[in-house]
């Protein structure tokens, strides 16, 4: 079972749909999610970040934790076509790498392909 | 302008053969990441440094070696022991090793002919 489990899709909406994408986790441990947008052939971006569970909106994003349920998800409010593209979870804990020494591994989902139809 | 570059954005390799593709961050950045992405695997860990002269590997790190002797370079060699190169690299820096926001440059896409 891997740490991190996303559906790859592809998941296609029409234009103005609110989409949701969701990912699990195993490890108890994470307390920092994050969601990346990663367009065609580009690096991807940070979208959101969150610590520990709750909700955080941003415009039309909205990022919800539940860490008793190990389940992350992130919403996008009014979809447009340019929010077509790969969306992918991040997670991390207090120092897994190296204790010692704080560093931070990102345990990253398989991502999410995302079109938009206009 | 701050951010990360990476280059060349393509790579055409010959089999045997080592590679070296460049990673250079002017966000002044302690920590910088090297990672691999496969379609349907996400982003796989290849090494990272927290501070100059100074890098761990990741889960991936057979086939690859690194230097940091500059703050703002990380250097990635794909060498001819890595079995299967063909790739997307990315390569990404966080303010320092204890912070969890990484940002990514735009990536070299490797194709071994």
Redesign the interface.
């Known amino acids: 079972q891997k740490e991190?489990e996303?559906d790859?899709g592809p998941l296609s909406v029409p234009e103005g749909a609110i989409v949701s994408l969701n990912c699990t986790y195993s490890n108890s441990a994470f307390q920092?999610f994050?969601w990346?947008r990663q367009y065609s052939?580009?690096?991807?971006?940070?979208l959101m970040?969150t610590y520990s569970s709750g909700n955080k909106e941003d415009g039309r994003f909205t990022a919800q934790v539940d860490k008793s349920s190990k389940y992350i998800s992130l919403f996008i409010r009014d979809s447009q076509p340019s929010d077509s593209a790969t969306y992918?979870c991040?997670m991390?804990g207090a120092?897994i790498?190296?204790p010692h020494?704080?560093?931070?591994?990102?345990v990253?989902?398989?991502?999410t392909r995302l079109t938009i139809n206009p | 302008d701050g951010g990360i570059t990476q280059s060349p954005k393509y790579l055409f390799r010959k089999e045997g053969q080592n590679v070296t593709l460049s990673c250079e961050q002017n966000l002044n950045h302690d920590a910088m990441y090297w990672y691999r992405q496969d379609p349907g695997q996400g982003l796989r860990l290849i090494y990272y440094s927290q501070i100059v002269n100074d890098f761990q590997k990741g889960d991936i790190a057979e086939g690859y070696s690194v230097s940091r002797e500059k703050k703002e370079s990380f250097p990635l060699t794909v060498t001819s022991a890595q079995k299967n190169p063909t790739a997307f690299y990315l390569c990404a820096s966080s303010v320092d090793g204890s912070t969890d926001t990484q940002y990514f440059g735009p990536g070299t896409r490797l194709t071994v002919l």
């Open positions: 991190v996303q790859p920092y994050m990346y052939r580009k690096g991807p971006e940070l970040y992918l991040a991390s120092s790498v190296a020494q704080g560093a931070q591994k990102l990253f989902g398989q991502g």
